[in-house]
């Protein structure tokens, strides 16, 4: 990957606001492994169109009441064009402040979140930095309404004396009422009624009841009663409850997409479970997740009483201290979090918190699939029980490219590692699952890397140990290809450049066997040819602009590898590889292309398989690909990155929905936000190992990695994919991974 | 001095931008070893974290790497390398 592209990226941007690099300083820029001094700002040039509106916007609004901007711009900028939203929220930012927070917010905007939220067990919670609706869900009856910041002093128990056994939606609709909160004028319901599903003994002394205005009949049950909709007065609720007709009266509930699609189409609800299983959420399992940006505050990820599920957050990048894991990062403990949790604002108090993305950050989500309890959000991940053990990755050599540079998606090969071995640290003699998300497209790709050696290490340790890692997304980029070199005669393989954004071109081959590489420019100039073991550097003095290698047996796994590296900047689209055999014999290989969000490069004639990541590839590894949870046929994710491994084995081994996947978004206290990649689906699986490991350990077995991964292959659902039951699809995997998994009989 | 990638070839491989930058012997790498089944550790380094009996990571002077190479209890080294966010 041209790395200077790769850096210019920031967490959320896109490329709109990118200025071009020339390819001498792209050349060197290009480092790894590399520790310099940290830069003061971060490069202007990193910065998004909707970054740039954000703080135009919070510039013109200094003073003013800012927690509230991310949810506004980006439900306004849903809704508008950008530019059309800058104009608007320009005026609004002109205006006096109270005009802002009610009046520009939409209707529809399902991001926000009360700054407040009392839990059902009326625990209070201190105010999270959030933005506050205008109108939203939150404004039925039937739901909390969003309160005046507080102190918790100043709150009390209302004198409210409702029935316990009605529905509790339906006894927080009577609550709502007798304190004076009026509902919202709907298409079908007038702010105080609440509209209710029914189950009655007879539909005609339902509809003959006076306080009933009666919906549709949806038909009888199997002993005879009927199910019927229909809205009631607030303030007549237990009156009709009382009707002797009446069997169940529930109140309806807001429906929006939420993981119910993850939870229901990988049968993890509580009610889908296998007999006799009870895994009870996970409990005293533990979920590592490898990711960027933890909201610790969010609601999810909080118990009944508001204390922390984390058991601990290790901040890679954070100022070291005496305890420091392998003696750098910052890492807090339970009880740190827990004491930050009160303050006004609790990343503040605690010295970390998540970038603030406008589309929410990717590890909170994450979280949320695999663990989250649902308490903020309503809607609990796979394993809602599991104790929490969360590291923002870091990688070691970026700190010169400045703050903005630190929220950065990147991580590096060794401190991943370190993450994980500090996740399994920490769980001690607690069954322990570990969530990866993080890839790139080189890589020898046939488990021998020293990163995916380290992984299986790790997990062979100890029983009830598992590592998931995401498939990849770049199924539909056109990074890999793959052929034979003929025995005699050239062999060429096109590389196409995408807006001079350069690239990196890696090709593995049998160790035994040797090629000859040159590199054909777009205008015909050939750099090269580069002989078995020698390089090539193009360029000028001090700045390389073409990198040629010819290397001969890796150490690891004795193949020979080809790289080319292509600054950003060269002139031209497509590039010519050219091959030779040297040896009369013909020369099988793949090729990959590096990643480059911002301009990647694809080879002309791809080949679609081969295209997971490069830690996917490992042995004890579980790798998972992406499907639509949200649709009957379960239809594969474009994206979805495919196996099998060089070395032939059948990866990803499962596969879960991460296709428009609602989950946690930082910084909104109960906000949830939609996502879509295999970073989505790994959780869920991440989620399901939990649940098996809690049900193992509820018997007392122990699971060692090769069963744990026979049961998930075994007990995955097929069509789709459309292969055999225990046969393998590219993509799929084995098939999507389900809640039967659980069932704790040895395979 | 620069370092000579080309000659280690203990050193797994590098993506070519990472070879394309020059690395002078004082540069600090953050890298992965692995040692011979049933092999210490070198005593010149110092682990950071053990990943297994065989893999450990560490923070070393560039110019250790030629050491490492002719060192008999060391099979392979990995020098650190970013890895992005699958996104």
Same mark, same amino acid.
Not at chain 1, 99 to 113: C, G, I
Not at chain 1, 202 to 213: G, K, M, T
Not at chain 1, 406 to 431: C, H, M
Not at chain 1, 532 to 559: E, V
């Given at each position: 990957?041209?790395?200077?592209?790769?850096?210019?990226?920031?967490?959320?941007?896109?490329?709109?606001?990118?200025?071009?690099?020339?390819?001498?300083?792209?050349?060197?820029?290009?480092?790894?492994?590399?520790?310099?001094?940290?830069?003061?700002?971060?490069?202007?040039?990193?910065?998004?169109?909707?970054?740039?509106?954000?703080?135009?916007?919070?510039?013109?609004?200094?003073?003013?009441?800012?927690?509230?901007?991310?949810?506004?711009?980006?439900?306004?900028?849903?809704?508008?064009?950008?530019?059309?939203?800058?104009?608007?929220?320009?005026?609004?930012?002109?205006?006096?402040?109270?005009?802002?927070?009610?009046?520009?917010?939409?209707?529809?905007?399902?991001?926000?979140?009360?700054?407040?939220?009392?839990?059902?067990?009326?625990?209070?919670?201190?105010?999270?930095?959030?933005?506050?609706?205008?109108?939203?869900?939150?404004?039925?009856?039937?739901?909390?309404?969003?309160?005046?910041?507080?102190?918790?002093?100043?709150?009390?128990?209302?004198?409210?004396?409702?029935?316990?056994?009605?529905?509790?939606?339906?006894?927080?609709?009577?609550?709502?009422?007798?304190?004076?909160?009026?509902?919202?004028?709907?298409?079908?319901?007038?702010?105080?009624?609440?509209?209710?599903?029914?189950?009655?003994?007879?539909?005609?002394?339902?509809?003959?009841?006076?306080?009933?205005?009666?919906?549709?009949?949806?038909?009888?049950?199997?002993?005879?009663?009927?199910?019927?909709?229909?809205?009631?007065?607030?303030?007549?609720?237990?009156?009709?409850?009382?009707?002797?007709?009446?069997?169940?009266?529930?109140?309806?509930?807001?429906?929006?997409?939420?993981?119910?699609?993850?939870?229901?189409?990988?049968?993890?609800?509580?009610?889908?479970?296998?007999?006799?299983?009870?895994?009870?959420?996970?409990?005293?399992?533990?979920?590592?997740?490898?990711?960027?940006?933890?909201?610790?505050?969010?609601?999810?990820?909080?118990?009944?009483?508001?204390?922390?599920?984390?058991?601990?957050?290790?901040?890679?990048?954070?100022?070291?201290?005496?305890?420091?894991?392998?003696?750098?990062?910052?890492?807090?403990?339970?009880?740190?979090?827990?004491?930050?949790?009160?303050?006004?604002?609790?990343?503040?108090?605690?010295?970390?918190?998540?970038?603030?993305?406008?589309?929410?950050?990717?590890?909170?989500?994450?979280?949320?699939?695999?663990?989250?309890?649902?308490?903020?959000?309503?809607?609990?991940?796979?394993?809602?029980?599991?104790?929490?053990?969360?590291?923002?990755?870091?990688?070691?050599?970026?700190?010169?490219?400045?703050?903005?540079?630190?929220?950065?998606?990147?991580?590096?090969?060794?401190?991943?590692?370190?993450?994980?071995?500090?996740?399994?640290?920490?769980?001690?003699?607690?069954?322990?699952?570990?969530?990866?998300?993080?890839?790139?497209?080189?890589?020898?790709?046939?488990?021998?890397?020293?990163?995916?050696?380290?992984?299986?290490?790790?997990?062979?340790?100890?029983?009830?140990?598992?590592?998931?890692?995401?498939?990849?997304?770049?199924?539909?980029?056109?990074?890999?290809?793959?052929?034979?070199?003929?025995?005699?005669?050239?062999?060429?393989?096109?590389?196409?450049?995408?807006?001079?954004?350069?690239?990196?071109?890696?090709?593995?081959?049998?160790?035994?066997?040797?090629?000859?590489?040159?590199?054909?420019?777009?205008?015909?100039?050939?750099?090269?040819?580069?002989?078995?073991?020698?390089?090539?550097?193009?360029?000028?003095?001090?700045?390389?602009?073409?990198?040629?290698?010819?290397?001969?047996?890796?150490?690891?796994?004795?193949?020979?590898?080809?790289?080319?590296?292509?600054?950003?900047?060269?002139?031209?689209?497509?590039?010519?590889?050219?091959?030779?055999?040297?040896?009369?014999?013909?020369?099988?290989?793949?090729?990959?292309?590096?990643?480059?969000?911002?301009?990647?490069?694809?080879?002309?004639?791809?080949?679609?398989?081969?295209?997971?990541?490069?830690?996917?590839?490992?042995?004890?590894?579980?790798?998972?690909?992406?499907?639509?949870?949200?649709?009957?046929?379960?239809?594969?994710?474009?994206?979805?990155?495919?196996?099998?491994?060089?070395?032939?084995?059948?990866?990803?081994?499962?596969?879960?929905?991460?296709?428009?996947?609602?989950?946690?978004?930082?910084?909104?206290?109960?906000?949830?936000?939609?996502?879509?990649?295999?970073?989505?689906?790994?959780?869920?699986?991440?989620?399901?190992?939990?649940?098996?490991?809690?049900?193992?350990?509820?018997?007392?077995?122990?699971?060692?990695?090769?069963?744990?991964?026979?049961?998930?292959?075994?007990?995955?659902?097929?069509?789709?994919?459309?292969?055999?039951?225990?046969?393998?699809?590219?993509?799929?995997?084995?098939?999507?991974?389900?809640?039967?998994?659980?069932?704790?009989?040895?395979? | 001095?620069?370092?000579?990638?080309?000659?280690?070839?203990?050193?797994?491989?590098?993506?070519?931008?990472?070879?394309?930058?020059?690395?002078?012997? %004082?540069? !600090?790498?953050?890298? /992965?070893?692995?040692?011979?089944?049933?092999?210490?550790?070198?005593?010149?380094? +110092?682990? &950071?974290?053990?990943?297994?009996?065989?893999?450990?990571?560490? %923070?070393? !002077?560039?110019?250790? /790497?030629?050491?490492?190479?002719?060192?008999?209890?060391?099979?392979?080294?990995? +020098?650190? &390398?970013?890895?992005?966010?699958?996104?």
């Amino acid at each position: 990957m041209a790395k200077k592209s790769s850096r210019g990226s920031s967490a959320g941007a896109s490329s709109k606001g990118r200025t071009r690099t020339p390819a001498s300083t792209a050349a060197k820029k290009a480092a790894s492994g590399t520790k310099k001094p940290a830069a003061k700002s971060p490069p202007a040039a990193t910065i998004s169109a909707s970054d740039r509106l954000h703080r135009s916007i919070k510039t013109a609004l200094a003073g003013r009441p800012l927690d509230v901007l991310p949810g506004l711009t980006e439900a306004w900028m849903g809704l508008l064009s950008v530019p059309a939203a800058q104009r608007w929220l320009q005026h609004l930012a002109s205006l006096a402040p109270a005009a802002l927070p009610t009046a520009a917010a939409p209707p529809t905007a399902a991001v926000v979140a009360p700054a407040v939220v009392v839990a059902p067990a009326a625990v209070v919670l201190p105010a999270v930095p959030a933005a506050t609706p205008a109108a939203s869900s939150d404004m039925l009856g039937t739901r909390l309404s969003p309160v005046d910041n507080s102190s918790a002093q100043s709150l009390r128990t209302l004198p409210i004396k409702i029935d316990t056994a009605m529905d509790p939606r339906l006894q927080l609709a009577l609550a709502n009422h007798q304190t004076g909160k009026s509902g919202l004028n709907l298409a079908s319901t007038t702010g105080d009624e609440v509209a209710v599903i029914a189950r009655v003994k007879s539909v005609e002394e339902w509809e003959a009841l006076p306080d009933i205005f009666a919906g549709c009949n949806l038909g009888k049950t199997g002993d005879g009663s009927s199910i019927v909709t229909g809205r009631v007065p607030i303030q007549r609720i237990e009156a009709v409850r009382a009707e002797p007709t009446i069997v169940s009266l529930k109140a309806s509930q807001p429906v929006g997409p939420t993981l119910s699609a993850t939870i229901q189409s990988m049968l993890v609800s509580d009610q889908a479970l296998p007999a006799n299983a009870a895994p009870d959420g996970g409990r005293d399992v533990v979920i590592g997740i490898v990711d960027f940006g933890c909201d610790f505050a969010h609601r999810n990820f909080r118990d009944q009483n508001g204390n922390s599920r984390l058991l601990a957050l290790w901040h890679q990048n954070g100022a070291a201290r005496p305890d420091s894991p392998f003696g750098y990062g910052r890492k807090y403990t339970a009880a740190e979090i827990d004491a930050a949790l009160p303050a006004p604002n609790p990343y503040t108090a605690l010295g970390y918190g998540p970038a603030e993305a406008l589309d929410g950050t990717h590890g909170t989500h994450v979280m949320d699939i695999a663990a989250g309890n649902g308490l903020g959000s309503t809607q609990a991940g796979v394993a809602p029980k599991a104790g929490i053990v969360f590291v923002e990755a870091a990688t070691s050599d970026l700190a010169s490219e400045g703050p903005a540079t630190v929220n950065q998606a990147f991580g590096d090969s060794v401190q991943l590692l370190e993450a994980v071995r500090f996740i399994f640290d920490t769980a001690g003699d607690k069954p322990c699952v570990c969530n990866l998300s993080l890839g790139t497209n080189g890589g020898p790709h046939d488990g021998t890397s020293l990163v995916e050696q380290g992984l299986d290490a790790i997990v062979r340790e100890k029983p009830n140990r598992a590592v998931v890692i995401a498939a990849s997304n770049s199924q539909l980029h056109g990074i890999h290809t793959s052929g034979q070199v003929p025995a005699a005669g050239n062999h060429e393989i096109i590389w196409q450049q995408r807006s001079q954004g350069g690239g990196e071109f890696e090709m593995w081959y049998g160790g035994a066997r040797r090629l000859e590489v040159t590199l054909v420019a777009t205008d015909g100039t050939v750099f090269g040819p580069v002989q078995p073991g020698d390089n090539l550097s193009i360029g000028q003095t001090g700045a390389i602009a073409i990198f040629m290698s010819s290397r001969l047996s890796d150490p690891n796994n004795h193949d020979n590898v080809i790289g080319i590296w292509l600054a950003e900047g060269m002139p031209g689209d497509n590039f010519v590889v050219r091959l030779r055999s040297l040896d009369g014999q013909p020369v099988d290989y793949h090729a990959w292309i590096e990643r480059n969000d911002f301009a990647q490069a694809s080879f002309a004639a791809p080949v679609s398989t081969h295209t997971l990541g490069s830690i996917s590839t490992g042995h004890e590894t579980v790798v998972v690909g992406s499907y639509d949870g949200h649709k009957p046929a379960f239809p594969l994710s474009n994206f979805s990155s495919a196996g099998p491994t060089r070395d032939g084995r059948n990866k990803p081994e499962l596969s879960a929905p991460g296709q428009n996947v609602m989950a946690a978004k930082s910084r909104t206290g109960t906000g949830i936000v939609r996502k879509s990649g295999t970073s989505m689906a790994a959780p869920a699986i991440t989620g399901l190992i939990a649940l098996i490991f809690a049900e193992a350990r509820r018997n007392g077995r122990d699971l060692p990695i090769s069963e744990l991964r026979a049961r998930l292959q075994s007990n995955a659902t097929i069509n789709p994919p459309a292969v055999p039951a225990g046969t393998w699809d590219g993509r799929y995997g084995f098939g999507r991974a389900n809640g039967g998994s659980i069932q704790d009989t040895p395979v | 001095m620069a370092i000579d990638f080309k000659s280690l070839k203990k050193l797994e491989s590098l993506p070519a931008s990472v070879q394309a930058e020059p690395h002078g012997d %004082e540069d !600090r790498l953050v890298v /992965l070893i692995k040692v011979r089944q049933g092999a210490d550790h070198p005593s010149y380094i +110092v682990p &950071r974290a053990k990943m297994g009996p065989d893999i450990f990571s560490a %923070e070393i !002077r560039a110019g250790d /790497l030629s050491r490492i190479e002719s060192d008999p209890a060391v099979e392979t080294v990995s +020098v650190s &390398r970013q890895i992005p966010l699958i996104k």
